[in-house]
């Protein structure tokens, strides 16, 4: 792994779905699904994005491989703008950057052989043809730990774990380097997680693998990440290196989220008060000015209103959302 | 904490499934006191919902069938009850909450109907009652403009929302027992923490026991005072909550709390996995169900099954090994 070497930049990123009302289908509004997000990820980095449903996180994922067109923003693979991409050069892109989703069950096709499914995306490209194709498959089963004997079952056949393996092998069929995983685990048994959480981490030292990983456990983000970004309706509000971002949030969300865990340790809850956030995710449709997470916020001011804070590194790599972030109002617990 | 509340024993529950008999159940016993929270942890499949279903009779029979087990409810047979009998205690002594706020509220009823209706079922309330009631408890679960809110229909409210309605109506009838059946699953950490706050809460001020069903080991931790974990429609291990965390002994319970990432960890350690799968269930396990994915495994597990056995005043275990020394147990 080459530090520093930046696979993955984004910039600016911004995702609206349009809403469309009455008979002619004006557009009324839009949903700011991701509303500027910059960040970059390494090579051989694993970089967590978490947040809670609703906040775009999957969207994220989704825009940066051009699965939606972006409303405005730039994605570069190496020094490749994706954003630029027409479609035909974007496919051939698509051999180095993958997805993995979150239900084993709705993203394999039940009517293809599990043969199939893994070799679609090395017809798709050409990479392979006749006996090689098979070769292939028994290659990346074996990969992520499947008997290749198994290759001519159906996906009824194989449990959620095994199904998630399935669409591991897939996506690692042409030999990506950047693969985005959208909750991967989050459909999964307590026990089956950490199989996968596992060989996630075996392919990635295996392959030099680069990985944006989606989740909303957080537990299991920071195991898996370098780095980790927060997400809150639609920007990121912060972001820094795992352990740092771990033992020193600074934004007011991310102190709330990190300490609505539920800790797998009954003493932890004689000796910890919790932060309670009051209230919902207001609708990204209609985001509050200013701030975003000023309407939860425990120490919001009236000032917070006014305009979006800068997103400001406050020490080297970490990356904070918040006017409030040096005010002793926050250094408080 | 006292006297006892609920005695369930030897409870079995089968499915008939086109495929053959699914053993969901196959013997469950555990006891509830009063005022106590009861949590019951397991993986999907693995029968801690429809053992809690089973006690209500809220198992669909067909295809389910409860074929053996008592649950003793104040000196009564619940499981010997007829549909009327069952109904008088469904709702109104022993209540229930769901796990998806989303499909367990009917969308064309009003929040303040559908609240009305076990009042006026089980209360004898009339109309203008029951609402006082309504509003009063959907206060009491932090519902901001109850009164307002009572015309709004389901789909107005958040998910968090929806599932305070759900505990509001539950407590209705001021229950003696509340069985939670994965309350918090389909909610976020934030609501979800708001949602264990309010029952821990609640509890306080009610004194109502809880049997709280979860797969989840964390929020188990935060909120119960004694847990059961079920595997292959056992209760493998019962122990106090403190107890189970700091000596978990079934192989599986010590997998279980291995495999879960350490918030406080510093170092990136790989996590302990429990290989193989959770067993399919279509005949009644003989043998150990932990067997095939235990690494203590001996040739005793693969023949017996074993019962659950009390190692100390407030532990119970079902294992042929003593995972801390090794050895087979007498």
């Given amino acids: 792994m080459t530090e520093n070497e930046v696979l993955i930049q984004v910039d600016d990123l911004k995702m609206h779905f349009p809403i469309y009302r009455g008979v002619i289908r004006r557009q009324v509004g839009a949903v700011r699904a991701v509303d500027g997000v910059s960040f970059k990820i390494h090579r051989g980095e694993t970089l967590g994005l978490v947040g809670e449903s609703g906040c775009g996180k999957s969207t994220t994922g989704r825009t940066m491989l051009q699965l939606y067109q972006p409303t405005a923003g730039k994605v570069f693979y190496e020094d490749i703008e994706l954003t630029a991409l027409k479609n035909e050069p974007m496919r051939h892109m698509r051999k180095n950057v993958q997805m993995i989703f979150q239900d084993p069950y709705a993203s394999l096709n039940p009517r293809m052989t599990i043969r199939d499914i893994v070799a679609e995306p090395l017809v798709a490209f050409g990479t392979a043809s006749g006996k090689a194709i098979d070769e292939r498959v028994r290659e990346l089963m074996g990969l992520v730990k499947l008997d290749p004997d198994f290759m001519l079952r159906y996906p009824h056949e194989f449990s959620g774990g095994q199904r998630q393996r399935i669409g591991i092998a897939r996506a690692l069929a042409n030999n990506p380097s950047f693969i985005v995983c959208d909750e991967p685990i989050s459909a999964l048994d307590v026990s089956i997680q950490a199989q996968v959480i596992n060989l996630f981490e075996d392919l990635q030292k295996e392959l030099d693998l680069t990985y944006l990983f989606i989740a909303h456990d957080l537990s299991m983000v920071r195991h898996i990440s370098d780095r980790v970004a927060v997400m809150y309706l639609g920007i990121i509000v912060e972001l820094a290196d795992r352990n740092e971002i771990y033992k020193n949030p600074i934004h007011p969300y991310t102190k709330a989220l990190l300490s609505a865990i539920p800790v797998a340790d009954p003493d932890f809850y004689e000796t910890h008060d919790r932060i309670v956030l009051e209230g919902d995710v207001p609708s990204p449709a209609n985001p509050p000015s200013g701030c975003r997470f000023r309407t939860r916020c425990p120490i919001a001011e009236s000032y917070c209103a006014e305009s979006r804070p800068e997103f400001k590194e406050v020490s080297p790599g970490h990356f904070v959302e918040c006017f409030k972030w040096d005010h002793p109002d926050n250094k408080r617990r | ?330």
């Fill in chain 2, 1 to 330: 904490m006292t006297s006892e509340l609920l005695n369930v024993q030897g409870l079995e529950t089968q499915f008939k499934t086109p495929e053959g008999i699914v053993h969901a159940v196959n013997g469950v016993g555990f006891t509830l006191k009063e005022g106590e929270t009861l949590g019951v942890v397991g993986e999907s499949g693995c029968g801690k919902s429809v053992s809690m279903l089973s006690i209500l009779k809220l198992i669909p029979q067909p295809p389910g069938k409860i074929v053996a087990g008592q649950a003793m409810f104040r000196g009564q047979d619940l499981l010997q009850m007829d549909n009327d009998e069952i109904r008088q205690v469904r709702g109104g002594q022993i209540s229930m909450v769901f796990q998806d706020p989303m499909t367990s509220l009917n969308p064309v009823m009003t929040i303040g109907k559908q609240m009305a209706e076990p009042l006026m079922l089980h209360m004898g309330f009339n109309k203008v009652q029951a609402r006082d009631r309504s509003v009063e408890l959907l206060e009491l679960v932090g519902i901001p403009r109850a009164a307002d809110r009572l015309k709004d229909y389901p789909h107005q409210y958040s998910g968090g929302m929806r599932q305070r309605v759900m505990i509001a109506m539950a407590l209705s009838c001021s229950p003696q027992i509340l069985i939670a059946d994965e309350p918090t699953t389909a909610l976020d950490v934030t609501i979800q923490a708001q949602i264990v706050e309010l029952v821990i809460r609640l509890r306080e001020e009610l004194g109502m026991a809880i049997i709280w069903i979860t797969h989840d080991l964390g929020v188990v931790a935060s909120i119960a005072h004694r847990v059961a974990v079920m595997y292959g429609g056992f209760i493998i291990e019962e122990a106090s909550v403190k107890e189970l965390y700091a000596n978990p002994r079934h192989p599986y319970t010590i997998g279980l709390i291995g495999s879960l990432p350490q918030i406080q960890a510093q170092g990136r350690k790989r996590l302990y996995s429990i290989e193989g799968m959770p067993p399919m269930l279509y005949q009644k396990p003989r043998s150990c169900p932990f067997s095939p994915r235990c690494r203590w495994v001996t040739e005793r597990c693969r023949n017996e099954n074993p019962l659950l056995e009390s190692i100390n005043d407030n532990h119970k275990v079902a294992c042929w090994v003593d995972t801390v020394t090794g050895s087979e147990r007498a």
